[in-house]
Each structure stands twice: as C-alpha cells, then as structure tokens.
C-alpha cells in the first residue's frame, strides 16, 4: 500500500467492532513505532499510558466527547465503542510544550494502526482531570490527547467540499459517514 493510500484509510474512525479487543503488545508496537519520530529539540517529553482490558476501556469512555458536528448522536454505543485506548501524555519535568510531538506521535500511531487494519479516532475533547484521577496518572504528566483504537466497524467516504465549502463531517440515510475535503486548488496559495 502507498503511502496515499494508508493515509486515505487512517480516517477518524468513531464506531469500532468492540469484541475484537487489542492485545498489549500491539499497543506497545504501535508506541515503539512514534517514539522514533522527531521530537523538538530531541527532547522525548511524550509517554504513554495503554489501556486495552475491557474494564479499563468502559471506566475511560465516559469521559470522552464523539463528533461535536453530529448533534444528535452521543457517541458509539455498546458493542461500537473502542477496543483499546493510548493516553497520550507530557513529562512536564521534561518540557511543557510537546503539542506539536504529541500531533506527529499520534498521526504515527493512526498510520501504523491503518497498516494494520484498526481504525483510530484522536479525542480532545475529554475530561482530562476525571481521566488523570481515575487512572491515577501523577500530577507531572499533562494529558494531551486520548487515540481509541479498534476494528473499524463503520465506513467512511472523503469526497470534495462543494462549492459553498462547507467541511462539516455528516452521515447519509445510510448511516455511511462522509467526510468533505478541500480541493488543493483551494489550500495551494499563489501559481
């Protein structure tokens, strides 16, 4: 697979096949793969806290936001939610900017996962003081993102904005998730 092509897969999966759960040592290779990415300054401030049994994903989803632009739908449900979770976080002690880290760290674990044939979604938008107490995670470590990772159970479709160049993500009839992109004609400035 080319490159474009893996990064046309590693779409923002929100539904997962969630019996299919993801061993450790899977989440392990997909961390060993970005904690070999550039790091400003070389500095390294990122790790990492996997979560892949069942009890330790249901206790994480409550505290996570699904696909702000779908207003009325709450997020996965039973059997969609996600199999495993990668907290992404800071070593404050190390530095206290790694935003730009944690963005090619993750974007690396989605592509390595798309490989695969999981699917990912990076939450943001998450309860990051209910996560940091509910797993215990010292006060030195800043919360960055949380990755759901799974089986993809969901299918996605990218297509060209239309003209009016709205980009808001919708789901058809069909419950087919579709994603509007930008014409590079349109992000390319200049000749």
């Not at 092509?5 to 040592?25: G, H, M, N, T």
């Not at 674990?109 to 979604?121: D, H, K, N, P, T």
Request: with cysteine; charged share 30%.
């Amino acid at each position: 697979m080319s490159l474009e092509e893996l990064v046309v897969k590693a779409r923002s999966y929100r539904r997962f096949a969630e019996p299919q759960r993801l061993e450790r040592k899977t989440l392990e290779f997909l961390v060993n793969v970005a904690r070999r990415v550039p790091s400003a300054g070389n500095r390294q401030p990122l790790r990492y806290l996997l979560l892949h049994e069942a009890e330790a994903c249901a206790r994480m989803f409550p505290y996570l936001r699904w696909a702000g632009a779908l207003k009325d739908w709450g997020g996965p449900k039973e059997g969609e939610r996600p199999a495993a979770y990668i907290i992404v976080l800071t070593d404050t002690d190390v530095s206290r900017e790694a935003e730009c880290d944690a963005g090619i760290a993750a974007q690396t674990i989605q592509l390595a996962a798309a490989e695969r044939g999981f699917g990912m979604c990076m939450l943001g938008a998450i309860e990051r003081p209910k996560i940091q107490a509910e797993f215990k995670v010292p006060e030195r470590y800043q919360i960055v993102l949380v990755l759901a990772l799974g089986v993809p159970a969901e299918k996605i479709v990218l297509e060209e904005a239309p003209a009016s160049g709205d980009v808001t993500y919708y789901r058809d009839a069909h419950d087919v998730h579709h994603v509007p992109k930008r014409m590079l004609k349109d992000i390319v400035l200049g000749d």
